[in-house]
Nanobody, 122 residues
């Protein structure tokens, strides 16, 4: 089992920044690809960003490219999502996930956190 706990969400004005963190415990963190997903009210959960086990490969959904950066610190068992130039449409619950590879479908990820709210005001 891998336990994931997100933090860092909150309320920010459009154009502002937030950094989300996801702390992992349980099985060796460095064995897993890590991802961030988000779910807005009334919407399906969608892939935002993913990072390979070593941090050498990253992937982003088009809507966040150039604004969000995913990174990981395997020594701290933590993955981060730096979010800059935030827009009201980024408002959602953000979830951290762990899996064997980076993939867009939510069904391919093995472990999930409980999420952290991000609200961007206009």
């Amino acid at each position: 089992q891998v336990r994931l706990v997100e933090s860092g969400g909150g309320l920010v004005q459009a154009g502002g920044s937030l950094r989300l963190s996801c702390a992992a415990s349980g099985r060796p963190f460095s064995r897993y690809a890590m991802g961030w997903f988000r779910q807005a009210p009334g919407q399906e959960r969608e892939f935002v960003a993913g990072i390979g086990w070593s941090g050498g490969s990253t992937y982003y959904t088009d809507s966040v490219k150039g604004r969000f950066t995913i990174s990981r610190d395997n020594a701290k068992n933590t993955v981060y999502l730096q979010m800059n130039s935030l827009k009201p449409e980024d408002t959602a619950v953000y979830y951290c996930a762990a899996g064997t590879s980076i993939a867009v479908p939510t069904t391919t990820w093995d472990y999930w956190g409980r999420g952290t709210w991000v609200t961007v005001s206009s």
